[in-house]
C-alpha cells in the first residue's frame, strides 16, 4: 500500500532563504506526483505536476524534483519570501491502483520570517 | 487549467441541520472529487461524483450523510445532513480529466455548533 510523508512538518526559515521540501513515497509505480500550496482555512493551489518520465519541473523560484527509484521528490524555494508562507502538500498518483486516486502527504507547515 | 467556484467559502451552522456546498467549474469534466480536511489533517477523499449515476463513496461515508449530486459536466454539489461538530472541517472539490493534474476550489470552511 502506497504512503506518502513529508519530513518536516513544520519550517521557519528568514525571508531570503532558498530551502527544500520533502516527500517520500513507498512504491515507486507512481503515474505522476503533484505538489500543492494551501493557505490557512482555503482550498489547494497546484503548484507542480512531475510526471513519471520527468526528472524535475520548473515554475518561477520553484523547482520539484522526482527520483521514482529512491522514491522521493523534492520542492525547491529560491529566494524565499514572507508570501511563500503557507503549507505545502505532495501527492502521488500510484500507477497500479484501480482508482488512480490521489494519496496525499501530511503536509509541511512553511513560516518565511520577514 | 480548469477555474474552479466554490460556494460558500464559510459557514457557522446548527448542529442536525444540513448544509449543501456548490462546485462550478469554468469548462467540462469527466471527473469531479469530494475531499474532507479535518482541522490539522491531510484530505480524505469522500467520493467521486460521476454525471449521470450516482455518487462513489469511500469506506467510512455513505450517501445517507453524504448526497452528492452531479446534474452535468460543470457543475456538483456535496450536502453534509444532520451535522454535528464532528463534520467541522474545509470540504473541497477537485477536478481531473484523464489521470492528470489536479485542480481545487477555494474550499469550504464548515464549523458546527
Known amino acids: 500500500k502506497q504512503e506518502v510523508t513529508q519530513i518536516p512538518a513544520a519550517l521557519s526559515v528568514p525571508e531570503g532563504e532558498n530551502l527544500v521540501l520533502n516527500c517520500s513515497f513507498t512504491?515507486?509505480?507512481?503515474?505522476?506526483l503533484q505538489w500543492f500550496r494551501q493557505d490557512p482555512g482555503k482550498g489547494l493551489t497546484s503548484l507542480l505536476l512531475?510526471?513519471?518520465s520527468q526528472r524535475e519541473q520548473t515554475s518561477g523560484r520553484l523547482n520539484a524534483s522526482l527520483d521514482k527509484s529512491s522514491g522521493r521528490s523534492t520542492l525547491y524555494i529560491a529566494a524565499s519570501q514572507p508570501g511563500d508562507s503557507a503549507t505545502y502538500l505532495c501527492?502521488?498518483?500510484?500507477?497500479?491502483?484501480?482508482?488512480?486516486?490521489?494519496?496525499w502527504g501530511a503536509g509541511t507547515k512553511l513560516i518565511i520570517k520577514p | 487549467s480548469a477555474v474552479i467556484s466554490q460556494k460558500p467559502s464559510r459557514d457557522i451552522c446548527q448542529r442536525g441541520t444540513s448544509l449543501t456546498i456548490q462546485c462550478q467549474v469554468d469548462?467540462?469534466?469527466?471527473?469531479m472529487f469530494w475531499y474532507r480536511q479535518q482541522p490539522g489533517q491531510s484530505l480524505t477523499l469522500i467520493a467521486t461524483?460521476?454525471?449521470?449515476?450516482?455518487?462513489?463513496?469511500e469506506s467510512g461515508f455513505v450517501i445517507d450523510k453524504f448526497p452528492i449530486s452531479r446534474p452535468n459536466l460543470t457543475f456538483s454539489t456535496l450536502t453534509v445532513s444532520n451535522m454535528s461538530p464532528e463534520d467541522s472541517s474545509i470540504y473541497l472539490c477537485?477536478?481531473?480529466?484523464?489521470?492528470?493534474?489536479?485542480?481545487f476550489g477555494q474550499g469550504t470552511r464548515l464549523t458546527v455548533v
Open positions: 512531475i510526471q513519471s
Open positions: 461524483a460521476n454525471q449521470g449515476s450516482e455518487a462513489t463513496y
Open positions: 512504491d515507486s509505480a507512481i503515474y505522476n
Open positions: 477537485s477536478v481531473e480529466e484523464g489521470y492528470t493534474e489536479a485542480f
Open positions: 469548462s467540462q469534466v469527466t471527473m
Open positions: 501527492a502521488v498518483r500510484p500507477s497500479f491502483d484501480s482508482n488512480y486516486q490521489l494519496i
